[in-house]
């Protein structure tokens, strides 16, 4: 089949992002709280310093390895949508709703709500009336004061990237410019100028320490692939980009420019990050340490390992900075999945699979029923305290759709030799190639080492096909917006 795609018409978006706000995007949307706490979960799996630091290498080059693969398809298909586009060109409508309807339910919106809830938790830090109250605390369910700074948050950008995609961006490229450079000043203070000599000899004083001694065995690599998840997912979100192709100025050039670029200085911010905790902080501490190191980056009280380390080099304010970088970094993470999110559901509603409204846009260009629809679901997820759970379960189903669309370069590749493509993967086919193995083999080692977070996950992706199947049947007889869309007209914006 040698056909055009379908393509979303051009619907009034606004051409208005350059590559530095795509750049923007890609980073702020990846920085969220997870940078600040996952490291202790990752060094209790691990068990030493290099393994610590290899979880974050392996996790870094997949991203990268992945960003790159995705640069092709984004400059491909410029269409709103983004992966949600990529996924119904090379394998049909069934395939791509399956991820806007796991995009939607857990997802998108449930990572909204999860950094939302951390903005509020670390808002309580240096408010403490905003804390969280004990009998709130203690529900699973219900509305606790951080929850509802949360809840303040999703709706206070849901309002401003309403108002139009300038809006949006300028909360973006603030919020992005001011946490990357909190990064690396945590990097050059702790690894730089203020290293502990204790946590140094600790963990770097013998290769034997640096290395652990407990080898490769089956175990631990199934503890490593394990680890990992916490590294990818602290990594996540950089596809998001993606969603806003219809609204950058020069998609072609730019969007492979920002999936690289932001790709890259994040995983780099990170690794140093890591490096400067193991600075401060014993792997695993010890009765021995200082008071300070006692718990060392395994067992950071409630694995706030930055937290932790900064207070090292400062007792009276170091928890306090850290809380502020935190706020910053989780306003602007979730900024940035407001605001490119809902241009999946527009994609989907122009392709007749969800509600028409979702496939229109408001007077600011952007399509505001979307941004309704996802805001709401989002702060129900806050207030049912479900959000951490549900996003456990997708881990596998995420990897599964990070694959099918790498795996689409190459099926699009055959399918349409002769489309346009501006930039093609790099080191294609052995990189794109590389990716989809060792995601293949992580998702495996989930099978076996997290069966209940794996299975249920599946089941989320595995529920939509009954669901498309009766949107299928409604959009057939005219009661959807698919046939508002026009006839195709080529691969081009």
Known sequence: ???????????????????????????????????????????????SPARLLLVWLASGLMTVAGALAYGELAAMIPHA????????????????????????LVIQTGTIAAVAVAFGRFAGVLFPMLGADNRAAAMHMGLSRERAVAIGVILFLTAANWQGVN?????????????????AVIAIVTLGLFPNPHAVQANFGSLGNFLG?????????????????GGLFSADAWASVTFVAAEIRRPARDLPLALAGGTIVVIGLYLLV????????????????PAVLAN????????????????????AGGAILIAAVVMVSTFGCANGLILTGARVLYAMARDGVIWPAMGRLNRAQVPGAALLAQGIWACLLTISGSYGDLLD????????????????????????????????????????????????VL??????????????????????????AWLNRRASTGDSAADERPAATGLGA
């Open 213 to 229: 001694g407990s080898g490769w065995s089956a175990g631990a690599m199934a503890a490593f692939g394990a680890a990992m998840v």
């Open 81 to 104: 949508g983004g992966q949600y586009v990529y996924l119904r060109e090379a394998y049909g409508k069934l395939w791509a709703f399956l991820f806007g309807w796991t995009l939607f």
């Open 274 to 289: 890591n490096l400067g905790y193991l600075a401060e902080l014993p792997l695993h501490g010890g009765a021995g340490a």
């Open 443 to 468: 998702m495996g080692d989930l099978l076996v080492v997290k069966p209940h977070f794996t299975w249920p996950g599946l089941l989320i992706v595995v529920a939509g096909i009954p669901v498309y």
């Open 296 to 315: 060392g980056i395994a067992h950071a009280q409630a694995d706030r390992v930055a937290a932790a380390a900064m207070r090292v080099i400062w007792p």
């Open 393 to 440: 379960y997708v881990i596998f189903a995420q990897l599964l759709f990070y694959v099918l669309t790498v795996a689409a370069v190459f099926k699009l590749r055959k399918q349409r030799p002769d489309a346009p493509r501006p930039y093609r993967a790099w080191g294609y086919p052995w990189l794109p190639s590389a990716y989809i193995v060792a995601a293949v």
């Open 167 to 183: 809006y949006g961006r300028w909360v973006q490229n603030l919020f992005t410019s001011v946490k990357v450079a909190a990064l």
């Open 1 to 47: 089949m040698n056909e055009p795609p379908t393509q979303n018409p051009p619907a009034g978006f606004r051409k208005v992002l350059s590559a530095y706000d795509a750049g923007a995007l890609v980073a702020g949307s990846m920085v969220g709280s997870g940078i600040f706490i996952v490291s202790a979960d990752i060094a209790r799996q691990v068990g």
